[in-house]
T-cell receptor, first 116, second 114 residues
Framework: GAGVSQSPSNKVTEKGKDVELRCDPI?????LYWYRQRLGQGLEFLIY????????KSGLPSDRFSAERTGESVSTLTIQRTQQEDSAVYLC??????????????FGPGTRLTVL | KNQVEQSPQSLIILEGKNCTLQ??????????LRWYKQDTGRGPVSLTI?????NTKSNGRYTATLDADTKQSSLHITASQLSDSASYIC?????????????FGAGTRLAVHP
């Protein structure tokens, strides 16, 4: 595929259930980011993977949130015991890290999560 | 505290008119500044990326400026079109400890009316 893909595009779940969101980055991109965007608000950084380095988890809002990435491929964001406040669009982005220079992020279409 | 503030929060203009969106930041260390366009229901799309040494960059009808001394940036849209209706997001990158952390502004919501 030419771009970042995410699945599912929409997810409706009941409060207390676990959900898993998937991101397929652009092939060859070593960096992968997860963001959350609540309705009408700006993007909120969640977690950043860079190659085999330890991820930057500083944006995860609680221990109910976790993410994994194997190598430079697919990443999954897991939200356990979902709450209504978790309702948002979850965006994934990938970029090709160039040493010392800026690197453009390419965003996926997002997964819209609704917790009832 | 690293912050990116954008103004105005929202803007309505008539088709064909120009407009300028503002971005002020307090991010250190500074790596680069980006402007993104986000259509409703879509992911953001990059418009421009500027490093410390660049003070202007254009992408078609979009022109971004950067004043690293005053920590201000602007995005100027010329001859607006209906398709310019979107949110415009200013993002400042801070490269620290090998991580490229991006700090996002809340965006300016632009509506172009016929």
């Amino acid at each position: 595929g030419a771009g970042v893909s995410q699945s599912p595009s929409n997810k409706v779940t009941e409060k207390g259930k676990d959900v898993e969101l998937r991101c397929d980055p652009i092939s060859g991109h070593t960096a992968l980011y997860w963001y959350r965007q609540r309705l009408g608000q700006g993007l909120e950084f969640l977690i950043y993977f860079q190659g085999n380095s330890a991820p930057d988890k500083s944006g995860l809002p609680s221990d109910r949130f976790s993410a994994e990435r194997t190598g430079e491929s697919v990443s999954t964001l897991t939200i356990q015991r979902t709450q209504q406040e978790d309702s948002a669009v979850y965006l994934c982005a990938s970029s090709h890290r160039l040493a010392g220079g800026p690197h453009e992020q390419f965003f996926g279409p997002g997964t819209r999560l609704t917790v009832l | 505290k690293n912050q990116v503030e954008q103004s105005p929060q929202s803007l309505i203009i008539l088709e064909g008119k120009n407009c300028t969106l503002q971005c002020n930041y307090t991010v250190s260390p500074f790596s680069n500044l980006r402007w993104y366009k986000q259509d409703t229901g879509r992911g953001p799309v990059s418009l421009t990326i500027m490093t410390f040494s660049e003070n202007t960059k254009s992408n078609g009808r979009y022109t971004a400026t950067l004043d690293a001394d005053t920590k201000q940036s602007s995005l100027h849209i010329t001859a607006s079109q209906l398709s310019d209706s979107a949110s415009y997001i200013c993002v400042v990158s801070s490269l620290s400890g090998g991580y490229n952390k991006l700090i996002f502004g809340a965006g300016t919501r632009l509506a172009v009316h016929p």
